[in-house]
C-alpha cells in the first residue's frame, strides 16, 4: 500500500498553497489505502505497510479536515498502548508521527469529546517517554527521529516545559549536515522555524510571500582513492546457532557510503553475500541479509553499528564509511 508516500505527497500539497481542491480525489485514495493497509491485520496484526505508515495517513486526512472512522483511530490507540510501535529511532518517529495525528484530531475536533481526551493523554504520553528517551547528546532515537519529536513537542504543548526540547534543538543544530534528502530536510526545517506539520492546516495561503529563488549551489569535490571496510554480519540466538555469518574486507572507493559497500560485498567472489532493501521516504531500508529477513511481526531489525557497539545515526545511503572501519550487520530484538 502507498499509505505513507500518499500521506506525505497530501501534506507537501497542502503547504504549496494549492488552488481549490485539485486533491479531493486524492484524499478519497488515501482513505482507501488506509483501509487496505489494515487487511493485514487478520493475519499479522498490524497493518501491511507499518503503523509510521498508518499514522501519517491518519495525520494527512487531518490537516485537510477530513474525518476518520473511529475504528481506524482505535487502530492506532490499541497499537500505542500495548508498545507496538516500533524500535528504538523507528519507535520515536511513530510515536510522534501518531501524538501529531492524535493532536490534530482534538484540536480540529473532529472525534467526540471522550475519544478526544483519550487522545490528549495518549499524546502527553508520547511526548513524555521520548523525552525520557533522550540520549546524553541531546538526540532522541537517532538524528533523523530526533526533528519528529520535536514536531510532537512543538504540537503538544510541551516545549515550553520539557528541558528536553531545548537539548534537543541543540543537537539538531550541531548535526545539520545530516540532513541532505528533501525527505529529511521536510521534517527538519518546520522545527527550525517553530512549527509542527499541525500548521500546515491553518496557513493563510494569501498572506504566503513569493520568497523561494534558486540557488547556485556547487558539486561537492570528488574524492579520489580507495578504502577498505570490514563488513561483519552477526545474528545471535534465538535466529541462529552461529553468531558470526560473514567477515569479510570489501575494497570500495574512497566515497563509498555504507551501501555501495553492501553492494560491493555483493559482487565478490564467490557471491555468497546477499541483501535487500525496501525503498522509503527516507531512502533505502535493510530488510534482509543473506537470507534472514527482519520482519516486525517476529519483533526483530537488522541494527546498524560501528564496531564494538556504536549505533549508526544515519541510513545506509547516507553514511560514509571511513578506510579501516569494522561495520557490524546485526539481527536484533525489539
Known amino acids: 500500500p502507498h499509505t505513507g508516500r500518499l500521506a506525505l505527497y497530501l501534506l507537501g500539497l497542502r503547504a504549496t498553497c494549492p488552488p481549490a481542491s485539485p486533491h479531493r480525489a486524492l484524499v478519497t485514495w488515501l482513505k482507501y489505502y488506509l483501509e487496505e493497509d489494515w487487511t493485514g491485520s487478520r493475519r499479522h496484526g498490524h497493518p501491511l505497510s507499518n503503523y509510521y505508515q498508518y499514522g501519517l495517513g491518519v495525520l494527512a486526512l487531518c490537516v485537510h479536515r477530513k474525518r476518520v472512522r473511529e475504528e481506524v483511530i482505535q487502530r492506532l490507540l490499541t497499537a500505542q498502548r500495548h508498545g507496538r510501535l516500533g524500535h528504538s529511532g523507528n519507535a520515536v518517529d511513530t510515536e510522534a508521527v501518531v501524538a501529531l495525528a492524535f493532536t490534530c484530531l482534538e484540536q480540529r475536533r473532529l472525534v467526540g469529546t471522550g475519544l478526544a481526551a483519550e487522545l490528549r493523554a495518549a499524546a502527553q504520553g508520547a511526548s513524555r517517554r521520548m523525552a525520557e528517551a533522550q540520549g546524553p547528546d541531546g538526540i532522541i532515537g537517532n538524528i533523523y527521529s530526533t526533528p519528529w519529536a520535536l514536531q510532537a513537542f512543538l504540537a503538544t504543548g510541551m516545549c515550553q516545559m520539557e528541558p528536553a526540547f531545548g537539548q534537543a534543538m541543540a543537537a539538531l543544530l550541531e548535526n545539520l549536515e545530516a540532513f541532505g534528502t528533501a525527505a529529511t530536510m521536510a521534517q527538519m526545517l518546520p522545527v527550525l522555524h517553530g512549527h509542527s506539520y499541525l500548521d500546515i492546516g491553518s496557513m493563510h495561503c494569501q498572506e504566503e510571500p513569493d520568497t523561494l529563488t534558486p540557488l547556485d549551489i556547487e558539486p561537492p569535490a570528488e574524492v579520489l582513492g580507495n578504502k577498505t571496510v570490514q563488513l561483519v554480519v552477526e545474528c545471535p540466538l534465538p535466529w541462529c546457532y552461529e553468531l558470526q555469518l560473514y567477515d569479510r574486507p570489501v575494497p570500495v572507493p574512497a566515497a563509498a557510503s555504507l551501501l555501495d559497500v553492501l553492494q560491493a560485498a555483493a559482487a565478490l567472489e564467490p557471491h555468497d553475500f546477499k541483501f535487500h532493501t525496501q525503498d522509503t521516504p527516507q531512502g533505502p531500508f535493510l530488510t534482509q541479509v543473506l537470507g534472514l529477513e527482519a520482519r516486525q511481526e517476529k519483533r526483530n531489525y537488522w541494527q546498524l ?26 539481527l536484533s530484538e525489539w
Request: no cysteine.
Open 305 to 330: 553499528l560501528i564496531a564494538p557497539n556504536t549505533p549508526l545515526q544515519m541510513g545506509i545511503a547516507d553514511y560514509r564509511t571511513q578506510d579501516g572501519e569494522t561495520l557490524i550487520l546485526r
